[in-house]
């Protein structure tokens, strides 16, 4: 974003997360291209130490309580590493924005504040072999029984999986439901016994 455009605010931010790129080792990024690295976990532990991983999220959970701006102008400039490392970082926001909107005050403690503190580790289970991320495409299916539910289906290209200590998954809950009430998304912690495939590339 040109400087004209932004508060002062905001350049102080630009320039506190241009300070934060530049410190991330080049060798990280030559061992990620290389394959050597598979999840760049001190990249996240070194931005939540900064204090620098959803933005928009409030202070009480470990965020700023900054707006959409402010945090497409961090990305901007994390995006200068590429597109792995953004998407690693933007997986804070787009898992804490289901959990700070819509989980409860115990699931803001236990998974979005050390999320934000660069602790723990999120993913999105969304794309599928059939309908890729179609949201309202979904056939994974979630059927409850008793105080549970049970998830039946499968998820592919899951950015982030290898390190992630818990999933955001996408399932059908109501499949008579127009297609915008028929979804829920869960929290699925990667110990809770379920397999969750994550399809090969196409090299492999």
């Not at 999220?57 to 590493?81: H, N, S």
């Not at 926001?93 to 409860?104: K, M, R």
């Not at 297609?179 to 495939?197: E, H, K, Q, T, W």
Request: hydrophobic share 35%.
């Amino acid at each position: 974003m040109l400087d004209v455009f932004m508060t002062e605010e905001q350049k102080t931010l630009r320039d506190e997360v241009r300070d934060f790129v530049r410190s991330v080792p080049r060798q990280l990024l030559i061992d990620m291209d290389a394959d050597k690295v598979r999840y760049p976990k001190e990249f996240l532990v070194e931005a939540g130490r900064r204090n620098l991983l959803g933005l928009r999220f409030p202070p009480q959970y470990g965020g700023r309580g900054l707006k959409w701006v402010d945090e497409m102008i961090a990305l901007e400039e994390i995006g200068t590493l590429g597109s792995s490392l953004a998407c690693l970082y933007s997986l804070v926001s787009i898992v804490g924005e289901a959990l700070n909107v819509f989980g409860t005050e115990a699931q803001k403690q236990k998974y979005l504040r050390p999320t934000l503190e660069g602790k723990l580790y999120c993913a999105e289970a969304l794309t599928e072999p059939r309908g890729g991320s179609d949201f309202f495409g979904s056939t994974t299916v979630a059927r409850k029984e008793g105080g549970y539910y049970l998830l039946n289906g499968q998820k592919r290209f899951i950015v982030g999986a290898e390190g992630a200590d818990y999933f955001l998954v996408y399932a059908v809950t109501d499949p008579e439901a127009p297609p915008r009430n028929r979804l829920s998304a869960f929290i699925v912690d990667r110990d809770m016994g379920c397999l969750l495939y994550t399809s090969p590339s196409p090299r492999d």
